[in-house]
Every structure is written in structure tokens, then in C-alpha cells.
RNA sequence: GCCGGCGUAGCUCAAUGGUAGAGCACCUGUUUUGUAAACAGGCGGUUGCGGGUUCGAAUCCCAUCGCCGGCUCCA
């Protein structure tokens, strides 16, 4: 345990002695550090408030003040039942005990009147606990089990100093200052409205060029690569993912199908009334939800979601993947070997029933496009294209300027049953997915379980501005569809073949992808990017001629430009198009005017003096040109976004 | 989905049982401005939605929708 970890550690001893002092009926869970802090689970009847985390943490700092010892016990695992037993904490601590191997030694910690089953270590004396803060409750299930009883926990955070904790906040405060929600809300990049839906993204007319820009690079990339576009529709038949594989395995989070009328109206002819349709409903999901769930081995799917059966009804579903269409534009002619690798891309938009709690801004959604594509190719071919595919990411990622990324190779997990196809070909694929990571010269980790139902992938994981990870682009090899669709190919034996199959999406999804996007950059998007790129401000309307023929150049040029037409003072100005993270402010003045040049004021670099516009307007159409990246800011104070902007 | 917190004007927030307010944004007028906020006036809310308690509810209670932080999940 790193000195850090020891002093959270017992900061969150601290916390369960503090507890217990204020409510003598909490159960103790555990409560271990963290990266960035530590919590304590409790089970306790009475909920905790943000007045008692007041109280808690008042007590937790009297503690830290009486300056206990911490003593380690080494005990039997019969003394430790009593002591367990004698502080009337049998209810999770037994259990935890239980857990402990018969050939390790069984330990406690002791300061003052608290001790806990523990096996450290811990800070000598409790006064070391010097800088520590409460900062949330939350609910966690026992053991990390939805089925088991939630526990209330209590996070928070401990440093050595009280400098370092302090500063550690203001950088929680700073991070939420780049969080994309507020951004997309303070820029105009996207909106979300409830009566849409939840977790469906409205593209906004800012967020949209963002996109539009990013697909525009990428659908370049494809073409150097060699990919075919392809455009498929956002619904396909019940029958085409039970073909796939995606339904039912998947069927918890998937929209309900889309029931045919005629299969609606063959129902409703016999003369069911609602609730008979319903009850037939449930009879044949709830079947269908015991079926799955014995192959699975997991209570996972619950009736509710499972409705329409196809032996009752047909229907239509959201497509949860783009592959399905793809693979049938495939199938849809006989390929010689000579054909292959055959590559399909489409920004393919998919919808997935996320749980509500789930639901994050632009990254965690219920609606997205995938910058997707599917690869088709010969066992021999799948080494060279998967590489080919993650030279793709690190050209997108570099481009962008994400470097702080990590790779994650997804196995499978040897004891669950959540994988379809054949172990030998899963060897295979594994073992080209390794190698293919090992050539990315970044650090990865072999992660068995993260694998999809068909084959194992390589994923890029990002954090995002409060240390939450989420997935972006993704590799993946699949030996498992091309089974299911039959897919074939003629090789140079003049015999039938079965082509492999590689999903890719170098950004994952558009959604998610901008999300971060717009955190890491913090708003301050490239020229290319930036929705607006050049704001022409005149110093009075005596210039405001002039800045609308510079207008007229720069749009004739390509570039997203306006002009500032308010009566303004010129600092006013300036201070819209700043707080607005315009990449170029052209300040226009008599001087300029007659001149035909611009005063230039670069977000990174501020007042970069006159030059002629000509010369200007080359600059600019360069840097989009070559997708520069934003300089460094130079570092200035900053006014923080005031109210009402 | 679960636990907890929170929903007041476009935005950020006041008002703790007694006439819903401020700043910014927006509109109008004055101002014609040299690198991060000119001045004045105006517009703007059935306090998320629906019930209830009360003489009276933004405020208390119930329900519901949504958001936030976690947990679970994530092809």
C-alpha cells in the first residue's frame, strides 16, 4: 500500500468510527481506498443526508484530533468471529471474513473504540489525518450485486496536506468547467429535451459542423484506405437479429419492436381485447425470458422488456448494430477471393435501451452514429486489417492531439457462457488481436470478459474530465457472423471459403466521440473544427462596410466567418467573441480600412498586431487546410464565464 | 433499473407559508467606440407536470417526469 492509499485507508476507518459514534446501529460493510479517495459502505436504516455528512465528517476531524493509535491484531478465525460477534457487526463482516483464504493470517485494526476486521496497513496515529473532506453519498449494492441489499456509501477524499487538498478541489472545480454538457450548453453544440426523449442527442446547428467536419476527415481517411460507402436504413426485421445473434442476447437493451399492423390487426380480428393481447404478450415473453436467461445463466432479462415474440407477431427493430445490413450488402453478390478484402463503411445510426441511471450527457446515449464499417476478408488477410484499422484510429486520434488514451484487448471470459462460436477460432483471433496491439507502441492490458458475443476486440478507452472512462474506438474480429449468415467467398481452389469478418469504429459513436471531444479541447476546437472560425469586429459602423466585403472573402473562401454588427464598444466585443471561443478576432478600424488589412487577435496568442487581409486569409485557409491543432494558450487571467452568458 | 440530492425567466441565482425578484442575454433609444462588460428604458415566469393540506403554497405532503452524483449495466 502506497503511503497515499495508507493514509486514505484509514481516513476511511476514520469515517466508520465516526459513524458509529453518531448512529450506533450501522452495519459495516467495507471501506477501502480509492484513486482519488476513499468510501465506506454502511447499511443503516436511517438515510443519510448532507446535514449528517456535516456531523460525520465535524466528528470524523474530533477523532483525527484525539490522536488515536492504530493497533494491528492478529487473530484466530474463532477470535475473530467474537470480535466480530461482540460488536455487533456479524451481518457483512462475517461474510468478508469468510473470504479471507484458511492460509492467510487474519487481521484487525484498532483505534480508540473502533476496530475493524482489516488487513491493512494503516497510519500510525489518527492525527496524520490532517486534510480530508466528505464529498458524496451514494447507493452501492452489496458486494457489487444488484441482488443484493444496496448499502449507503460514503466517499470521500484525504491528502497529506491541506494545500494539496485544496487544490485537488479546485481542480474538480475546473474539471467542471469543461464538462461537455455545460459547454454544449454555454457554445450551442447540442440539446437534449425530454420531449424528444432522454439520451437522444439534437444536433444543434454549431454541433452539427463539428460533426459534419470530423466525418468529412474520417470519410477521407476511408477513401485513401480503400472502404466503399454504403447507406442502410435505421430498422430491419425481428428475424434478421435473431439470424445475427443480437436478439435475444441482447434483447434487455434494445428497443421494443415495432409491431407490423397486420400482425396487429390479425389479433385484434380474433377478438382479444387489450388486456388479453397483453397477457399473450407476457406468456410468450416471459418464456422467452426464461429461455434466455438459462442459457445465460443470469436472471438478467426481465418480461417487461421482452415483449413481441416472432411466434406471435412480425415486427421491425431499431437496429442496435449496423452489421446485420452490412453483412447482407455482402451476401447480397457471389465474391471471388480476388474481391477481398471488401470494406463497407456507413455512418450508421443505432438505438440502444440504456437504463435511465446510465444515461450521460452526449457520451452515454440512447441514439447514436457509429463511424462503422465492416470488413470482410480471408483468414490470411485479418493480421494486415486489423492493423490497418488501428493505423486508422491513431491517425484519427493524433490528428485531434489524444494522446492520453489506453488500449484495452477484450477476451473472453473463460467461464461465461456470453460467447457464441467456436474456442479454436477464438484462439486464433485473440492472439491476432494481441499482436496487433503489441505493434501500437502504446501500453495495453489483456482484459478477459470484455469481449463481444462474437469475437474479441481491441478497444481505446478515454477518461473524461471527472475520471470517467468510456469506450471510443473500437476493433473488432468476428468469426462468428459470417457462420450465422452463411457468408462465402471463392477462393483460388475454386472452393467455397468463410470470410472473417472485422468491426471497426475508429471513434465509436459521433455522440460520444464529440463528448469527449469537446472536453478535451475545452471548447477551444482547431480552426477547422471551431464552428465559427473568424469574427470580423468593426471598431464603429463607420467600418462596417468594410467588414462586410471581408465577410463576403472570407465565406467566398470557405471559411465560417460573421460580423459584429452591434454598437458596441470595441472590449464588449471582444469579450462575446472570446466568451463564444472564436479561434480569430479581426479587429476593423479606419487604419485597416484603408489599408486593406486586419488587426488579428488569436484566442491563443491575443493581440498579434496589423497585417494585410491577403495575407490573412492564406494564414487561415492554411491552418484549416492542414487541420492545425490550437496552439498553447498563452497564459492570461481569464475571466470565468459570467451569470446570463 | 436501484439509492440519494435537485428542478424558480433563454442563462446564473434570490425569495422558508403572506403581492415571484436580480444580474446577464434579448428588444428599443442614446452612444460611434482601438483589444475581455457604455448608459437608459422595455420584454420576459400557471415556480417541471398533476393532485392534496391551508384563508393563503415556489415554500409543507403525495404522485409523476426530468436532471445531477454513485451502484448495476454497456453488442
Known amino acids: 500500500m502506497t503511503p497515499l492509499e495508507e493514509l486514505r485507508h484509514s481516513a476511511s476507518h476514520i469515517l466508520a468510527t465516526a459513524v458509529l459514534r453518531v448512529f450506533p446501529d450501522a452495519k459495516l460493510d467495507i471501506g477501502p481506498p480509492t484513486d482519488t479517495g476513499f468510501y465506506y459502505d454502511f447499511d443503516l436504516d436511517h438515510k443519510f443526508t448532507p446535514d449528517d455528512l456535516v456531523r460525520i465528517e465535524a466528528e470524523m476531524k474530533k477523532v483525527a484530533d484525539e490522536n488515536q493509535a492504530f493497533f494491528r491484531k492478529e487473530v484466530s478465525r474463532e477470535e475473530a468471529v467474537e470480535i466480530i ?16 483464504p484458511a492460509d492467510e493470517k487474519i487481521s484487525f485494526y484498532q483505534n480508540g473504540e473502533f476496530i475493524d ?3 491493512g496497513t494503516h497510519v500510525r496515529y489518527s492525527s496524520k489525518l490532517k486534510a480530508f473532506k466528505l464529498l458524496s453519498i451514494a447507493g452501492a449494492y452489496h458486494r457489487g450485486d444488484e441482488k443484493n441489499k444496496q ?15 485544496a487544490a485537488y478541489l479546485t481542480q474538480l472545480d475546473q474539471a467542471k468547467l469543461r464538462d461537455h454538457r455545460k459547454l ?12 424528444v426523449g432522454q439520451g437522444l442527442i439534437l444536433w444543434t446547428p454549431n454541433g452539427a459542423i463539428i460533426r459534419q467536419e470530423l466525418q468529412n476527415f474520417i470519410s477521407a481517411e476511408l477513401r485513401k484506405q480503400g472502404y466503399s460507402q454504403v447507406f442502410t436504413p435505421h430498422i430491419g426485421k425481428l428475424e434478421l437479429y435473431k439470424t445475427s445473434g443480437h436478439f ?3 434483447k434487455e437493451s434494445q428497443f421494443s419492436p415495432v409491431i407490423e399492423n397486420e400482425s396487429l390487426a390479425k389479433i385484434l380480428a380474433e377478438g382479444c381485447s387489450c388486456t388479453e393481447v397483453y397477457a399473450r404478450l407476457d406468456a410468450v415473453s416471459a418464456q422467452l425470458a426464461a429461455q434466455v436467461n438459462a ?4 436472471e438478467t432479462i426481465t418480461v417487461d422488456r421482452v415483449r413481441p415474440d416472432d411466434q406471435l407477431l412480425d415486427g421491425f427493430m431499431l437496429k442496435p448494430m449496423n452489421c446485420p445490413h452490412h453483412i447482407k450488402i455482402f451476401a447480397s453478390q457471389p465474391h471471388s477471393y480476388r474481391d477481398l478484402p471488401v470494406r463497407l463503411a456507413e455512418f450508421g445510426t443505432v438505438y440502444r435501451w440504456e437504463q435511465s441511471g446510465e444515461l450521460n450527457g452526449m457520451t452515454r446515449v440512447r441514439g447514436f452514429t457509429q463511424d462503422d464499417a465492416h470488413l470482410f476478408c480471408t483468414e490470411e488477410q485479418v493480421a494486415a486489417e486489423v492493423l490497418g484499422c488501428l493505423s486508422l484510429v491513431k491517425i484519427v486520434l493524433s490528428t485531434l492531439g489524444m494522446s492520453d488514451y489506453r488500449v484495452r484487448v477484450g477476451l473472453r471470459d473463460p467461464d461465461g457462457k456470453k460467447f457464441a462460436g467456436d474456442p479454436a477460432k477464438w484462439d486464433v483471433a485473440e492472439a491476432a488481436c494481441r499482436t496487433a496491439a503489441a505493434t501500437l507502441g502504446v501500453p495495453f492490458t ?42 462465402t467467398y471463392i477462393g483460388a481452389d475454386n472452393q467455397s471459403h468463410r470470410p472473417v469478418m472485422i468491426h471497426r469504429a475508429p471513434f465509436g459513436s459521433m455522440e460520444r466521440f464529440c463528448g469527449v471531444l469537446i472536453e478535451h479541447f475545452g471548447g477551444d476546437f482547431p480552426v477547422w473544427l471551431a464552428p465559427e472560425q473568424v469574427r470580423l469586429v468593426p471598431i464603429s459602423d463607420k467600418v462596417n462596410e468594410y467588414g462586410t466585403t471581408l465577410l463576403a472573402q472570407l465565406k467566398a473562401a470557405g471559411v465560417r466567418a460573421s460580423l459584429d454588427g452591434h454598437s458596441d464598444k470595441l472590449g464588449a466585443k471582444i469579450r462575446r467573441a472570446e466568451l463564444d471561443k472564436v479561434p480569430y478576432i479581426l479587429v476593423l478600424g479606419a487604419k485597416e480600412a484603408e489599408t486593406q ?7 491563443a496568442k491575443g493581440d498579434e498586431g496589423v497585417q494585410p487581409f491577403a495575407a490573412y486569409l492564406e494564414r487561415v485557409k492554411s491552418e484549416i487546410a492542414t487541420r492545425a491543432l490550437p496552439e498553447k494558450k498563452v497564459t492570461t487571467t481569464v475571466p470565468s464565464r459570467p451569470q446570463g452568458t
Open 151 to 165: 448499502l449507503q456509501r460514503i466517499y470521500g477524499t484525504a491528502f497529506p496536506t491541506k494545500d494539496e487538498l
Open 248 to 250: 435475444p442476447y441482447y
Open 184 to 195: 454544449g450548453k454555454d457554445l450551442k453544440l447540442f440539446v437534449i429535451d425530454e420531449d
Open 597 to 603: 488589412s486586419v488587426s488579428v487577435r488569436s484566442r
Open 85 to 100: 460477534k461482540s460488536r455487533g457487526q456479524e451481518r457483512y463482516k462475517l461474510g468478508r471474513l469468510a473470504d479471507i
Open 446 to 487: 489483456e482484459e478477459p470478459g470484455e469481449a463481444a458475443f462474437y469475437g474479441p476486440k481491441i478497444d481505446f478507452v478515454i477518461k473524461d474530465m471527472i475520471g470517467r472512462e468510456w469506450q471510443l474506438g473500437t476493433v473488432q474480429v468476428d468469426y462468428v457472423l459470417p457462420v450465422r449468415f452463411d457468408l
Open 295 to 298: 442459457r445465460t445463466g443470469k
Open 117 to 119: 476486521l482489516c488487513a
